[in-house]
T-cell receptor
């Protein structure tokens, strides 16, 4: 079975531009979460979606938005990119939010560099 | 600030020895904890988890201990191997939708 897949794996953007990152959860998983991991730090929670609805949001500005599609895949959008948005963006899936019998499975991430 | 943190940023261990990685948390209401391993260029990989109604849980070569009295979590790796070299994170499940991570401990295995 395929794990959590994210695309693209790497990309470079210029300050002020917009970016869209994509995530496909494990088959059968209905919950997708997004995390930002700055180099040398642990991942920071951005969003969680379940059944196409936002269930939680971290301390990130409104430039960050996301959505979940009927097939449970998800997009993370970031507008007006800043240099500080350079990070590894991780997607995690779980069968349902807070499923303590399974945990959360992460993808390999998208490495975003803003220049 | 973050509610989950690790005691030491780096750990060097001889191949074959046991490793112990520590983690402190501050939210006494947290009821679920996960240890992840992250290798360079990859996403966090699930190692083992534990619920707050347990003190100890064992997996293959790994053991997680939870001390709720002092809000401390540890990961023990038996017979450490070169493939165990990575950054290890403890994560605290908060509010059923969010994982809160510490800064991580870098484990280096010496041959």
């Amino acid at each position: 079975d395929a794990g959590v897949t994210q695309s693209p794996t790497h990309l470079i953007k210029t300050r002020g531009q917009h970016v869209t990152l994509r995530c496909s959860p494990i088959s059968g998983h209905k919950s997708v979460s997004w995390y930002q991991q700055v180099l040398g730090q642990g991942p920071q929670f951005i969003f969680q979606y379940y059944e196409k609805e936002e269930r939680g949001r971290g301390n990130f500005p409104d430039r960050f938005s996301a959505r979940q599609f009927p097939n449970y895949s998800s997009e993370l959008n970031v507008n007006a990119l800043l240099l500080g948005d350079s990070a590894l963006y991780l997607c995690a899936s779980s069968p349902i939010p807070g499923d303590k019998s399974y945990g959360y499975t992460f993808g390999s991430g998208t490495r975003l560099t803003v220049v | 600030g973050e509610s989950v943190g690790l005691h030491l940023p780096t750990l060097s261990v001889q191949e074959g020895d046991n490793s112990i990685i520590n983690c402190a948390y501050s939210n006494s209401a947290s009821d679920y904890f996960i240890w992840y391993k992250q290798e360079s260029g990859k996403g966090p990989q699930f190692i083992i988890d534990i619920r707050s109604n347990m003190d100890k849980r064992q997996g293959q070569r790994v053991t997680v201990l939870l001390n709720k009295t002092v809000k401390h979590l540890s990961l023990q790796i038996a017979a450490t191997q070169p493939g165990d070299s990575a950054v290890y994170f403890c994560a605290e499940n908060m509010n059923d939708y969010k994982l809160s991570f510490g800064a991580g401990t870098t484990v280096t295995v010496r041959a």
